[in-house]
């Protein structure tokens, strides 16, 4: 029985973060019952591995990814239907995390500010310009190649720049 | 360098360039692979801050630049890539290359436009005599003139053949007396005139007129 908790905890603290990242994709950040969606989901987890229906004829990741899935395609249902008789809320975000995300935001892009013009040029292009791999490489004479590894480069420097 | 092979698809994921199977499959993966669940992580956040604030990150180098437009030159090179810029180019070399080495010389000949005389209906020469009936053999014939400096060519048929021919400057010509000869009374003949330019071009051609030479009584 405590090995199932421990298991349990787990599993709640690694695949929290995760399913949280895939619902917030699916439906968007800003729309309020997403950390209801999170919990149902972490709760419907728990549930089916307490009553055994985690047989581990697959990997526990893909476990939860199908759990996962099915509660988002109920969710996105379940709003559409409730959209054909009411307006939709007005999405807003958590006011603290608004403000936290707001913080990392303004590290972030003084971070972006601080690299040297051939990793700015590059993020530039393939963020904010939304050019395709190939399009960037073209417009700076690299192979596509090029472009990816300047753009994982971009991100070790900020991760640099930040603990800084 | 890479760990893991499903690391490609991070930012084609994020850019939503990932769609079905594909997109399925790699959430699935970062559901099991916590290396790239973390990058995952750390480039959303990386692309939303560009996202949202790259006007402001990117104004003093970019926005300005962009601003100003891509030169016409740019436009053109950007269009397609070095690859198919060569493909284009070679491509324009051999068909110039065929256009100025091969059609010459599979050209024929000029194409040559030729009148048919007896297809000239132009009917302004009008025939004055001799007509329908003559009494006695003719010794002139007469047209009216249609411009000065045009050639007459007379002929004139016994049953469709020709009997005699002759070319003059004049309105008229006299029957030599060999040609007079031949033409008996009671006999049905027939005579055309052709103009022709100073050049030799056909210009106009009369009807053919019918005479008969009647029997003297």
């Given at each position: 029985?405590?090995?199932?908790?421990?298991?349990?905890?787990?599993?709640?603290?690694?695949?929290r973060s995760?399913i949280s990242f895939r619902v917030k994709k699916s439906i968007g950040a800003s729309t309020p019952e997403w950390e209801d969606v999170v919990n149902e989901i972490?709760?419907?987890?728990?549930?089916?591995?307490?009553?055994?229906?985690?047989?581990?004829?697959?990997?526990?990741?893909?476990?939860?990814?199908?759990?996962?899935?099915?509660r988002i395609?109920?969710y996105i249902?379940q709003k559409s239907k409730v959209l054909?008789h009411v307006p939709e809320p007005t999405p807003y975000p958590h006011p603290h995390e608004y403000i936290e995300n707001k913080e990392k935001a303004e590290?972030m892009?003084?971070?972006?500010?601080?690299?040297?013009?051939?990793?700015?040029?590059?993020?530039?292009?393939?963020?904010?310009?939304?050019?395709?791999?190939?399009?960037?490489?073209?417009?700076?004479?690299?192979?596509?190649?090029?472009?990816?590894?300047?753009?994982?480069?971009?991100?070790?420097?900020?991760?640099?720049?930040?603990?800084? | 360098?890479?760990?893991?092979?499903?690391?490609?698809?991070?930012?084609?994921?994020?850019?939503?360039?990932?769609?079905?199977?594909?997109?399925?499959?790699?959430?699935?993966?970062?559901?099991?692979?916590?290396?790239?669940?973390?990058?995952?992580?750390?480039?959303d956040e990386?692309i939303s801050v560009?996202k949202s604030k790259?006007?402001?990150?990117?104004?003093?180098?970019?926005?300005?630049?962009?601003?100003?437009?891509?030169?016409?030159?740019?436009?053109?090179?950007?269009?397609?890539?070095?690859?198919?810029?060569?493909?284009?180019?070679?491509?324009?070399?051999?068909?110039?290359?065929?256009?100025?080495?091969?059609?010459?010389?599979?050209?024929?000949?000029?194409?040559?436009?030729?009148?048919?005389?007896?297809?000239?209906?132009?009917?302004?020469?009008?025939?004055?005599?001799?007509?329908?009936?003559?009494?006695?053999?003719?010794?002139?014939?007469?047209?009216?003139?249609?411009?000065?400096?045009?050639?007459?060519?007379?002929?004139?048929?016994?049953?469709?053949?020709?009997?005699?021919?002759?070319?003059?400057?004049?309105?008229?010509?006299?029957?030599?007396?060999?040609?007079?000869?031949?033409?008996?009374?009671?006999?049905?003949?027939?005579?055309?005139?052709?103009?022709?330019?100073?050049?030799?071009?056909?210009?106009?051609?009369?009807?053919?007129?019918?005479?008969?030479?009647?029997?003297?009584?």
């Amino acid at each position: 029985m405590e090995k199932e908790a421990i298991n349990l905890e787990e599993i709640y603290q690694k695949y929290r973060s995760v399913i949280s990242f895939r619902v917030k994709k699916s439906i968007g950040a800003s729309t309020p019952e997403w950390e209801d969606v999170v919990n149902e989901i972490i709760t419907n987890v728990v549930e089916k591995i307490r009553k055994g229906e985690f047989r581990e004829e697959s990997s526990i990741g893909t476990f939860i990814y199908t759990i996962t899935s099915r509660r988002i395609i109920d969710y996105i249902r379940q709003k559409s239907k409730v959209l054909k008789h009411v307006p939709e809320p007005t999405p807003y975000p958590h006011p603290h995390e608004y403000i936290e995300n707001k913080e990392k935001a303004e590290i972030m892009a003084k971070a972006i500010k601080k690299l040297t013009p051939k990793y700015r040029e590059v993020l530039y292009l393939y963020y904010y310009k939304d050019l395709s791999r190939e399009e960037v490489a073209q417009k700076l004479g690299i192979p596509p190649r090029r472009v990816s590894e300047r753009v994982n480069y971009s991100q070790k420097l900020l991760k640099k720049l930040i603990k800084i | 360098m890479r760990k893991c092979k499903f690391e490609d698809l991070i930012d084609d994921y994020l850019l939503n360039r990932l769609a079905g199977e594909n997109k399925e499959k790699f959430e699935e993966h970062y559901f099991n692979c916590h290396y790239c669940f973390e990058k995952t992580m750390e480039r959303d956040e990386l692309i939303s801050v560009i996202k949202s604030k790259g006007d402001i990150i990117f104004k003093d180098e970019y926005v300005a630049e962009e601003a100003k437009g891509e030169t016409w030159l740019e436009k053109i090179t950007s269009f397609l890539t070095p690859k198919q810029w060569a493909m284009v180019t070679v491509s324009a070399c051999l068909f110039f290359i065929i256009l100025l080495g091969v059609i010459p010389n599979l050209k024929t000949s000029s194409p040559q436009f030729f009148i048919n005389e007896d297809l000239v209906r132009g009917g302004s020469i009008t025939l004055i005599s001799p007509v329908f009936e003559t009494q006695t053999v003719p010794s002139q014939f007469e047209w009216k003139k249609l411009g000065e400096d045009l050639e007459y060519k007379i002929y004139i048929y016994d049953n469709g053949d020709v009997l005699w021919k002759k070319t003059t400057k004049e309105n008229f010509i006299v029957l030599p007396e060999e040609i007079k000869k031949l033409l008996t009374s009671g006999e049905k003949y027939s005579w055309q005139v052709k103009a022709f330019s100073p050049e030799g071009f056909l210009v106009s051609v009369s009807s053919r007129v019918q005479f008969k030479i009647n029997r003297p009584e």
